[in-house]
């Protein structure tokens, strides 16, 4: 992978962290309202052409964003709560949020390239 | 772009009984928002109060609310009770009335269709409609209801309390009805226990004789709540004749069973010392009711001010006012009556159940529908049918845990409309002995011994409540539903009822014993208590110029009355017998045990394994009847080894030669001995800590949420009566005087949140029997001044 390459990737991965936090301020809208802007970059990625490893950037942004907030919550308070369930549970639900973050942004991403790219390919990840 | 839908779908919804796995893991509003120690939402505005209300918050989280009139105090009590117990009072409201199912799944059907079929919800409305016409009462309540919306209609999913996010249900609005479901549901735990069918059968069975003998009434070492003065010996309170009724052919023994429920040590001590016996002289009162222990707990601290009323104790979140408390001038505490309220009616009905026999006429069998929403599934539609008596709670199909008490009707004084939150609204205003007198002599349901003090130097406790006017054995045996006779329609009246003002030994007290001795002219009977009692006239009877330190000793004693006067018979029992070493050295140390169950004592868990063995081999001849029953209370056991070594009890049905007292008491020693060991083994030594260890479950039985197995003093016979479960669950000592000094401990805390530093805070000074000095302000500066948190409603 060339830098260029690399350097597209990181800097849609920091596009996409600005997205997931930003779209969160707002407690009215669903909680599954990211998938839409993520969506959306993934339609300018295809129309800009750029070289961007669609699922894997999708995914390692939204592990990172949603581990990372709920690290940031669990420290920022007494983090009592995941305390009282020892650290495996903990872990796994810092891991299990990392996990669905990941998952819904990495398939967003996905889809919003592919549905503009090949209207006929399968999806397939 | 299907997958993508499909997921997002997946992690929206709930499947096996798991939260919705997006939503609960999402950090922005999931489960780890919980974690916030405190409700993210203060400096509230926009509300309906009429002038800013201050909530000052002390170092241990208690809230003290100083509002300028009552309406916006109540709105304010409400708002900050939800704050933080909002899930607690929301799903006690709920299984009060028997909606568990509307937010779980499956397996509360049945739960549900008895609370409807026992009549709490049926009775919550009806009280309801009483409270309506009062103005103080509904306008206290409708205040409450608002300041619990206020609150609720803040909360987005983010701030939902965590127990919501797991079940996934939203909050849904409070209502009036649901502060009346709350107080019904203490009622419930308070009064909810009968045992009409297992005296029934035993009456029957043993006959008047042998039935007076080992299930009397009143028996002689007991201290009643009242001496009745100068009335005459009513003998029907000492020895209960059979009523003529009760035949084989009233009811076909051999089948009747009776699901054991009750706890009889649930009980509670409260106890009040006028001036000439404290060292201050003005009245000292403490109070330490017993409840099981829950998290949350059961109790929430607040101080309640406005003008006209400075109030400061434990509220019942859901409730409106201070339910144990004190205020400038007066201090009141409450025991559980005891009294049995609870009475089965023997029908005959019809086999399409559309007619019921009443005095030898075929009378129109009256139903309702009760419509118990389940979650996910159809409605359940269950017709309860209504007697003259009462409802009949299980009929047809549902016949309960156990199928004897279909169609008999229930007859309970908590289905009478009654109005106790204007008891409670009335005491946090009293400010003398009229006053305390006038809040409570329309109390009703359940029956309580309320104790006063105030600081003109009264002490005062009542007997307090509706209890029927019944003739001798009325409503201890199931009655016949078929005749009016058998209907009881009077109470004794509110002056008849035990009481007790400024006597001239200047003590009261009760902890469920018996309220009267059996001068009291009227018959009654309940489920009465008595080691406490006796434990607690001991020593106040030797307390002279007493102080708070004083009390809380007292409070937090370990001696149990009845070990202490078992224990020398038992070791008469013993001389001379052959023992083995290591037998011989616990019964020699025996010798000097003071009956105390102290944290690190050798000796408490041996003997009560002892006693329990004694208790076992003597009355084995009850589990070989044909119904469950309860055996004899420990005192007539006590009588029979000091007095009838012979008694046929004694002797062990399944051997061949013919036991007497000491055999009996001989083989549970030695028992008793290896058992000890064994558990010793198990827990780390013989000390009574490891044995009696405490728990607090979590009400949805997670057990991560609850406080687990804490080793602890105390025992049910001894006024610390901290056993695994249940125990003094609000501690309170409360000095009178120009200002009152008051001291008091919950195990549990403010909080409902269990990510809160307040959640579970006072477990381990409530258990190692510290007292926290509680803040009562005068005034809401000198409030602000002493505290460091503080919210304002405008």
């Given amino acids: ?125 | 772009m299907i997958a993508l839908i499909i997921l997002t779908y997946a992690l929206a919804m709930s499947f096996f009984g798991m939260p919705p796995l997006g939503k609960f893991l999402d950090p922005f509003i999931g489960v780890v928002q919980n974690e916030a120690a405190d409700s993210s939402l203060k400096g509230i505005s926009k509300y309906s109060v009429t002038a800013p209300v201050n909530v000052f918050y002390d170092n241990r989280g208690v809230p003290h609310i100083f509002a300028e009139n009552t309406e916006d105090l109540y709105f304010a009590q409400g708002y900050v009770t939800a704050s933080l117990r909002l899930w607690q009072m929301d799903f006690i409201s709920y299984a009060a009335a028997g909606r568990l199912s509307e937010i779980v799944n499956e397996g509360l059907l049945d739960y549900d269709r008895t609370q409807r079929r026992i009549g709490m919800l049926e009775s919550a409305k009806s009280a309801l409609a009483l409270m309506q016409q009062d103005t103080t009462t509904i306008n206290a309540i409708r205040a409450y209801t608002k300041g619990v919306n206020a609150y609720i209609s803040q909360l987005g999913y983010r701030q939902w309390p965590l127990e919501y996010k797991v079940l996934n249900y939203p909050p849904e609005p409070w209502t009036e009805l649901k502060t009346v479901l709350v107080m019904k549901n203490m009622g419930n735990m308070l009064s909810g226990y009968e045992e009409d069918f297992n005296m029934t059968n035993l009456m029957l069975l043993m006959g008047e004789q042998q039935f007076n003998k080992y299930f009397p009434g009143i028996v002689p070492d007991i201290s009643p709540i009242v001496k009745e003065k100068g009335g005459r010996p009513n003998p029907a309170l000492a020895f209960e004749k059979k009523p003529t009724y009760l035949n084989s052919a009233f009811v076909s023994s051999g089948t009747l069973l009776n699901a054991n429920t009750w706890n009889p040590q649930l009980g509670s001590n409260s106890w009040v010392l006028s001036g000439k016996k404290t060292k201050t002289g003005y009245p000292i009162l403490c109070n330490d009711p017993h409840l099981n222990f829950s998290m949350p707990a059961i109790w929430l601290e607040m101080q309640l001010s406005a003008p006209g009323m400075n109030v400061y104790g434990v509220c019942v979140p859901g409730s409106p006012a201070v339910i144990i408390g004190f205020n400038e001038h007066i201090a009141w505490g409450i025991t559980n009556g005891c009294d049995d309220v609870k009475d089965w009616y023997k029908l005959k009905i019809t086999n399409d159940y559309r007619k019921y026999e009443m005095d030898g006429q075929w009378i129109n069998l009256p139903y309702r529908i009760e419509v118990i929403k389940r979650r996910n599934r159809a409605p359940f539609y269950d017709t309860v049918y209504q007697t003259i008596q009462g409802p009949v709670v299980y009929s047809g199909s549902f016949t309960g845990s156990n199928g004897t008490h279909a169609n008999h009707a229930l007859r309970w004084s908590l289905h009478i409309p009654s109005n106790e939150v204007l008891t409670y609204i009335k005491l946090n205003r009293a400010q003398n002995y009229q006053d305390y007198r006038d809040a409570i002599k329309n109390y009703s349901c359940p029956v309580l011994n309320f104790s006063y003090a105030d600081k003109a130097g009264n002490i005062a406790v009542n007997h307090q409540g509706a209890i029927a006017v019944k003739w001798p054995g009325q409503g201890r045996f199931v009655l016949d539903g078929t005749t009016r006779e058998h209907l009881y329609t009077a109470n004794i009246p509110s002056d008849s009822l035990p009481q007790e003002h400024n006597p001239a030994d200047g003590i009261l007290f009760s902890a469920n014993q018996h309220p009267t001795d059996n001068n009291y002219p009227y018959y009654y009977n309940g489920y009465y208590a008595e080691n406490r009692a006796n434990r607690i006239r001991q020593l106040l009877e030797h307390t002279d110029s007493a102080n708070v330190q004083s009390m809380m000793k007292m409070q937090l004693d370990n001696v149990s009355y009845f070990s202490a006067e078992t224990l020398p018979v038992l070791l008469q029992y013993m001389q001379g017998r052959q023992l083995s070493v290591q037998g011989q050295r616990a019964l020699d140390s025996m010798q000097h045990w003071k009956a105390t169950y102290t944290l690190n004592d050798n000796m408490a868990l041996l003997y009560n394994l002892w006693w329990k063995r004694i208790k076992d081999y003597t009355w084995d001849e009850f589990h070989s009847f044909s119904f469950q029953s309860r055996v004899p209370d420990d005192h007539i056991l006590l009588a029979m080894l000091r007095h009838e070594p012979d008694n046929d009890y004694f002797d062990q049905q399944l051997s061949n030669v013919h036991e007497d007292a000491g055999d009996v008491v001989y083989a549970a020693f030695k028992d008793a001995i290896e058992l000890r060991d064994s558990i010793a083994a198990k827990r780390g030594g013989p000390q009574w800590g490891n044995y009696n260890q405490v728990s607090m479950g979590h009400m949805l039985n997670i057990s991560k949420l609850g406080v687990r197995k804490q080793p602890s003093a105390g025992a049910p016979d001894a006024i610390d009566a901290v056993s695994a479960t249940w125990g003094p669950s609000w501690r309170m000592i409360v000095q009178l005087g120009e200002r009152p000094q008051a001291w008091g401990i919950y195990p549990g805390g403010e909080s409902g949140n269990p990510g809160s530093r307040y959640y579970d805070n006072f477990v381990t000074d409530w258990n190692k029997g510290s007292y926290y000095p509680l803040q009562f302000f005068i005034s809401a500066t000198e409030a602000g001044k002493n505290t460091t948190r503080k919210w304002i409603l405008k």
Wanted: proline letters at 2%; charged letters at 15%; one cysteine or more.
């Fill in chain 1, 1 to 125: 992978m060339d830098t260029k390459v690399k350097y597209i990737n990181l800097k849609t991965g920091i596009v996409l962290l600005a997205i997931l936090l930003l779209t969160r301020l707002a407690d009215q809208l669903p909680w599954w309202i990211f998938i839409v802007p993520v969506l959306i970059t993934g339609i300018v990625i295809t129309w800009r052409k750029w070289p961007v490893n669609c699922f894997w950037v999708g995914f390692l942004s939204g592990f990172i964003a949603w581990t990372s907030a709920s690290i940031y919550f669990h420290l920022r308070s007494d983090g009592r709560l995941l305390d009282r369930f020892g650290i495996l549970a903990g872990m796994i639900i810092v891991a299990g949020s990392g996990l669905v973050g990941g998952l819904m942004t990495g398939l967003a991403l996905y889809t919003g390239k592919s549905i503009t790219t090949n209207r006929e390919a399968h999806l397939t990840l």
